[in-house]
């Protein structure tokens, strides 16, 4: 939407290409570079950043957000100005870049540094990406011009400090692991191939390699290299003022001896030039990772000219923008729809980077936990459905028989981690995700035999809800039976177990049980008495969504019941709802017949049977809820209590005169529909009074409770505004909004939705490249830029809620909640999406700029049979659309 806030950078181009003059003045900034194959990079304007495959394997030093000011660690690349005696760096590092005017070109996925300075008289652009190709390599292509009037003889060097081990050796033995570097100077650069990975659980014979090779614009190779920084920098210096540069030092060549045992250095001396007045030089530079099996002459030889390498960027460019236009958005707003492309593509670069290495995401080993796993899913089910199906039965592989579940996804699809930390713990909304993904890909698809697909259940020695520890187990990460066979059960069985196991998993006031936190990571301090009313909202709503999937079953594939294990079944046995004494009773009789393998036999349940249980709970559930954790503030203002802490205390509400309220309380209270209508409306008005920042307009995730909160987590004691505790947090708040449209409040909704958009684009406060950010904090700078679930919710939200395009039993269904701010800069908008294999385009115009619900569907101009299902809602039958003779489908309605 059109936006009247300021941005240090602005889009080019309908692709995402932005321009940002002197970057280097905004703190923290980077940028990722990276290619399916798990080539990993950061870079910042100042060339600084990492590059790695994984934890092990780290090209460049570690770095993490608090180091990117202060590292000397750079994609440096050295002109030495041999008639007035200067070395210019290309990073920026030094006085001699002090009247240098810097430009940035970024795009999807390159990054692009422009440095002049006239008083030198040299112009230099610094490209950096990562090829789509299967190589581990980040290109630099260098591109040296003389902007003075008389020639200019310069000496270029480059200038790359080499890590070449695990990340964990950073602080780990860093000059021990030094010691095992054998380093090879090459014709056009040099190797690493450190001789052991070091670890004292276990060192292990290393086959990694790392190098950097380069040539220049004629294809010639360095004419010498400094392979070592202290052969680089020299006694005394630092790499801010390399001595080997500074005084211009013949490269040398070192002994085995002296190649051994270093810290190494990808510093390659190239022969000195002589530019006339706006001529340009050339130079590419290749950073690479080769694994075992790997071959660094095949690598270098697909890169090894600078049309080559301009070759793989023009490649690289076109990939990713093949990636994004899968799903786009056409408001006329060129701001907002590249920014949505942005969005569009966090999901993916999630998919690459788990929730590690780019320089916010300083924690973890890498891969992905169990939530990121399936709210991933969602972008890839709006894009590419067709190759989802066995990674989503897959998927489920990682659920426990007791209902919980793996928390850490390994690289290898099906294999997991029961816990990053190897921590006994539980979070307890993790039951929620798989049921949600899978009810919008069965939407889309009409794959609703996916429910009957079998998959194998996760097994370690965590038993009874991470309660107690099996003794008895071998080490086999799968559930076996009694006669010591692995055990499949359906998608549908897992997906009841993680519902009805929670169902009865309650505490002392009848909620389900907080355990070790839930989507709020930081509620873990509550185990014993803790209950989150917000999620047990949210379970509520997907037991009615699991009973009408059961339904579109019986419809559609004439299934009349189910088969499940008949250990489950016990789940279903008649249990007093509003006792949590029996309740539990039944759950641990549950989770003790199925401790340490399961029977394998089947017991059949009637669908109509099992449907009306279902829909039972959910009902009951909802109403304890509107019943007992409704609190109203004033005749115009309310909210739901969302939890209990450890003491069995609320946590929200009025407590010494202060109002105490958190927005996860209120989004699934709205979504499941525990919340009336007008109790929707006194929710929205009291976030809007305590919970929306007055100045930054983002909701934030709760009011200051002015002290930590021992008794349910550590969230209250970071500071207010940050992380958990206060933050505007995008993902929270994108739910927020999909909830209110959900309902139906679609100004609401898009008032949220829009706040998040709008504080993201205002770089001057965000402080960030074009992307939606974890969470936005009390200055309203953004944090833990690009791998965020909230990325998927956010264009899920855009499409399916406020556009209003969706899939619905695999027909696909046109029901737009669009507001008239939606129509500023023109009155057509459109989205553009794969829906059952064809590219379909749905314009809307709204001449009278109206918004919903005050508009109908006056007119509907289609390539395809269009079905009225009411005055704001069309269907098209997904046959009509499978069996339309093109590929393209174009949709036109208008607003009236």
């Known amino acids: 939407m059109p936006t009247k806030n300021k941005s240090f950078w602005k889009f080019t181009d309908n692709c995402g290409t932005f321009i940002a003059p002197e970057p280097q003045k905004t703190s923290y900034l980077y940028f990722p570079l990276a290619n399916e194959a798990e080539m990993m990079s950061s870079i910042t304007p100042q060339l600084k950043g990492d590059i790695k495959t994984d934890n092990n394997s780290f090209l460049m030093m570690p770095l993490s957000r608090v180091d990117l000011a202060d590292t000397a660690s750079a994609r440096n690349f050295w002109l030495y100005l041999n008639k007035k005696n200067k070395a210019w760096p290309l990073s920026g590092c030094c006085e001699s870049n002090l009247g240098d005017k810097v430009n940035l070109e970024a795009g999807l996925l390159y990054h692009a540094i422009t440095r002049k300075n006239k008083k030198l008289g040299i112009e230099a652009q610094i490209t950096n990406f990562v090829p789509v190709s299967s190589q581990h390599v980040e290109l630099m292509l260098i591109k040296v011009t003389n902007i003075s009037h008389s020639p200019s003889n310069i000496t270029p ?115 000195t030039i002589t530019l006339k007045n706006g001529q340009s030089a050339y130079f590419a530079i290749i950073l690479g990772i080769c694994g075992a099996g790997g071959n660094v002459s095949k690598t270098f030889k697909k890169f090894n000219t600078v049309a080559k390498a301009k070759s793989a960027l023009e490649e690289s460019k076109l990939f990713w923008k093949d990636k994004t236009d899968s799903l786009c958005f056409e408001t006329q707003d060129s701001t907002y729809d590249n920014w949505l492309r942005w969005v569009r593509l966090q999901p993916i670069l999630r998919k690459i980077y788990g929730c590690s290495f780019l320089p916010d995401f300083d924690y973890g080993h890498g891969g992905k936990g169990w939530r990121d796993l399936w709210q991933d899913c969602l972008s890839i089910i709006l894009t590419n459905p067709q190759n989802i199906r066995r990674a989503m039965c897959s998927n489920f592989s990682g659920v426990r028989i007791d209902g919980s579940n793996a928390t850490i996804v390994t690289k290898k699809p099906g294999c997991f981690i029961a816990d990053r930390n190897k921590i006994s713990r539980v979070w307890m909304d993790h039951g929620l995700w798989p049921l949600f993904t899978l009810n919008l890909y069965i939407n889309q698809t009409a794959d609703i035999s996916i429910l009957l697909e079998k998959a194998l259940y996760f097994k370690d020695a965590q038993i009874m809800r991470s309660k107690e520890i099996d003794d008895s187990w071998d080490g086999s990460p799968c559930l076996r039976t009694r006669q010591n066979k692995i055990y499949k059960g359906t998608v549908l069985e897992h997906t009841l177990i993680q519902h009805l196991v929670q169902f009865l998993n309650v505490g002392p006031k009848n909620f389900i049980r ?375 489908i174009n949709i036109n309605l208008v607003l009236g």
Request: some cysteine; charged content about 25%; glycine content about 6%.
């Open 157 to 271: 060097t480059s200038a790359i400090p080499l890590f070449c081990r695990s990340a964990d050796n950073l602080r780990d033995h860093r000059h021990v692991t030094s010691l095992l570097h054998r380093i090879k100077q090459d014709k056009y650069g040099i190797t690493v191939k450190p001789i052991m990975s070091f670890d004292e659980r276990g060192h292990k014979i290393n086959r990694t390699s790392y190098y950097v090779f380069g040539i220049d614009d004629k294809g010639n190779p360095p004419i010498g290299t400094f392979p070592t920084q202290e052969s680089f920098v020299g006694e005394g210096s630092n790499l801010n003022r390399p001595l080997a540069v500074i005084n211009n030092l013949t490269a040398p060549k070192l002994s085995l001896q002296e190649l051994s045992g270093k810290e190494a250095m990808g510093a390659l001396r190239f022969k």
């Open 514 to 888: 907080l355990e070790n936190a839930d989507w709020n990571d930081g509620l873990d301090m509550a185990f014993q008495k803790g209950e989150s009313v917000a999620f047990s909202a949210f379970y509520a709503y997907n037991l009615a969504e699991i009973a009408s999937l059961l339904e579109k079953l019986k419809r559609i594939k004439n299934v009349k019941d189910i088969l499940i294990l008949k250990e489950a079944s016990l789940l279903l046995k008649h249990v007093n709802y509003n006792s949590a004494r029996d309740k539990n009773k039944l759950l641990n009789k549950y989770l003790s017949c199925v401790k340490h393998s399961v029977c394998g036999k089947a017991v059949r349940i009637d669908i109509d049977t099992l449907v009306k249980d279902l829909r039972q709970k959910s009902q009951w559930m909802l109403q304890h809820i509107s019943k007992n954790e409704w609190i109203n503030i004033n005749k115009n203002s309310g909210l739901f209590n969302g939890y209990y802490d450890n003491k069995s205390k609320r946590l929200e509400g009025k407590y010494g005169g202060i109002t105490r309220m958190t927005l996860t309380g209120q989004v699934f209270a709205i979504l499941s529909g525990a919340a009336s209508d007008k109790q929707v409306r006194k929710i929205y008005k009291a976030a809007k009074t305590y919970l929306q920042d007055k100045k930054l307009k983002g909701f934030r995730l709760n009011t200051d409770f002015k002290e930590p909160q021992p008794n349910i987590g550590r969230a209250f004691s970071f500071s207010y505004g940050d992380k958990e505790n206060g933050a505007i947090f995008s993902h929270m708040c994108v739910m927020f909004s999909y909830a209110l449209y959900k309902r139906g409040f679609a100004k609401e909704g898009f008032e949220v939705l829009n706040s998040l958009y709008e504080l993201a684009a205002n770089s001057s406060i965000s402080k960030i490249y074009p992307n939606l950010p974890e969470y936005f904090n009390l200055d309203g700078r953004g944090m833990y830029s690009y791998l965020t679930g909230s990325a998927s919710w956010y264009i899920m939200t855009v499409l399916t809620q406020a556009f209003g395009i969706k899939g619905e039993s695999g027909n696909l269904v046109i029901a737009p909640k669009l507001v008239k701010e939606q129509f500023r800069a023109s009155s057509r908008i459109s989205a553009q999406l794969n829906f059952a294999g064809k590219n379909i385009k749905v314009t809307y115009s709204n001449p009278r700029g109206k918004s919903y619900p005050d508009y109908i569907i006056k007119q509907v101009k289609a390539d395809i049979p269009c079905q009225k299902i009411s005055d704001k809602e069309i269907s098209i039958r997904r046959k009509s659309i499978l069996s339309h003779p093109s590929n393209k």
